[in-house]
């Protein structure tokens, strides 16, 4: 399983640490927004394989087409707007030299209603990058539903696992069922 670092990173030389420490990958995201020219540098330093885009993105209300704007992470759990269309945002990332997205829906995070299959199938359209759904996982169901009609690359869940809500387990053997293909669990 790759291993990816996030958190703080703010300069190349932060991101050379964490990849000699034995990260596989760095996500950065508010330092990417303050200075996509990080995206870039980092990609041409380290190849595009390493760098990942975190985008944390929340719907703009009575929009059409809808939109969703790009937040940024300020202080504990708080975030604020940007401005940037999320849409173009990672479309001009990827142009910089991102290789992978974990988009982060605002709106859905912590609800465990489901991810935002919208948001998740406009951007997977939009990207020739693996995109990965984070925020709004609540079944095993969920997570099928953002890889087929989401056309995510991945799921990514928290809160169902960390409270046991749902194991891992239960999750695969879902996805097994419906004809996702996934690892094996490793027998204990």
């Known amino acids: 399983i790759p291993l990816t670092v996030g958190g703080g990173l703010r ?3 932060d991101m050379q640490q964490m990849l ?3 990260a596989d990958k760095v996500s950065i995201n508010t330092a990417a927004v303050e200075q996509p020219e990080l995206v870039q540098q980092g990609a041409e330093r380290f190849g595009c394989q390493c760098i990942v885009l975190g985008l944390d993105a929340m719907r703009v209300p009575g929009t059409t087409p809808q939109r969703w704007e790009v937040r940024v992470r300020t202080g504990h759990g708080g975030g604020s707007t940007t401005g940037l269309d999320a849409i173009e945002w990672a479309q001009r990332s ?3 030299g991102a290789g992978e997205i974990v988009v982060n829906s605002m709106d859905r995070d912590g609800t465990r209603e489901g991810y935002d299959l919208e948001l998740l199938r406009a951007l997977s359209e ?6 990965v759904a984070s925020g709004g996982a609540g079944t095993p169901e969920h997570m099928y539903q953002v890889l087929t009609e989401g056309k ?3 799921a990514l869940a928290a809160g169902i696992f960390h409270y046991g809500v749902h194991t891992v387990g239960e999750a695969k053997e879902y996805l097994h069922k419906k004809g996702m293909p996934v690892r094996p669990l490793l027998a204990a």
Do not use: M, Y
């Not at 939009?126 to 995109?131: G, L």
């Open 94 to 96: 990827v142009e910089l």
């Open 11 to 13: 300069t190349v030389d």
């Open 126 to 131: 939009r990207v020739t990058v693996p995109v």
């Open 152 to 154: 995510a690359d991945a």
């Open 20 to 22: 000699q420490a034995g």
